[in-house]
T-cell receptor, first 113, second 113 residues
Framework: GENVEQHPSTLSVQEGDSAVIKCTYS??????FPWYKQELAKGPQLIID?????GEKKDQRIAVTLNKTAKHFSLHITETQPEDSAVYFC????????????FGQGTILTVHP | DVKVTQSSRYLVKRTGEKVFLECVQD?????MFWYRQDPGLGLRLIYF???????EKGDIPEGYSVSREKKERFSLILESASTNQTSMYLC????????????FGPGTRLTVL
């Protein structure tokens, strides 16, 4: 199955700074790479995803970059705001783990006003 | 908007009790999932279902069973609850492909005493 490592486990930034979270996976056949955001007392919600035929995708202040050779992908948040404070999870899938999202351990992002 | 609802936000049960967690989605999704979430471990897949009466084991199925008699409803059953099953349980659904966005319910915090 897929082994997923997410770093850092906690990240604290000042409002307006950038934040980067990295996800490393083991299954070279993975072809779908989503990022989920979980706010307090809520279930996770998809914020951005990328497929293996694309190297980068951007949606306003958030972006995801993919390095298939090195088997990692990263979430980039620019101009952070307090409402970005949440837990972020990566969940690479495809290949031998098709049908099952394997979530990373999560990154607690805190944005200080 | 997709809505995934879970029968309880908080549940307290005693060791040995049979526990039912219910999940309902209103968007005619084919796939439904049950995860448990523990600090530092992310979300781990317990069971998933891609059709009525169909079920597949996830990564941690031991001690759990599921039932999907209707498309919109997916139940998680703890046959004999144990203290190590104290956790947050999250239900999710997705449209058809396993790479379709998963929509999560708010979660049920289960405490087994």
């Amino acid at each position: 199955g897929e082994n997923v490592e997410q770093h850092p486990s906690t990240l604290s930034v000042q409002e307006g700074d950038s934040a980067v979270i990295k996800c490393t996976y083991s299954d070279s056949a993975s072809n779908y790479f989503p990022w989920y955001k979980q706010e307090l007392a809520k279930g996770p919600q998809l914020i951005i995803d990328i497929r293996s035929n694309v190297g980068e995708k951007k949606d306003q202040r958030i972006a995801v970059t993919l390095n298939k050779t090195a088997k990692h992908f990263s979430l980039h948040i620019t101009e952070t705001q307090p409402e970005d404070s949440a837990v972020y999870f990566c969940a690479p899938t495809g290949g031998t783990s098709y049908g099952k999202l394997t979530f990373g351990q999560g990154t607690i992002l805190t944005v200080h006003p | 908007d997709v809505k995934v609802t879970q029968s309880s936000r908080y549940l307290v049960k005693r060791t040995g009790e049979k526990v039912f967690l219910e999940c309902v989605q209103d968007m005619d999704h084919e796939n439904m999932f049950w995860y448990r979430q523990d600090p530092g471990l992310g979300l781990r897949l317990i069971y998933f279902s891609y059709d009525v009466k169909m079920k597949e084991k996830g990564d941690i199925p031991e001690g759990y069973s599921v039932s999907r008699e209707k498309k919109e409803r997916f139940s998680l059953i703890l046959e004999s609850a144990s203290t190590n099953q104290t956790s947050m349980y999250l239900c999710a659904s997705s449209f058809r492909q396993f790479t379709d966005t998963q929509y999560f319910g708010p979660g049920t915090r289960l405490t087994v005493l």
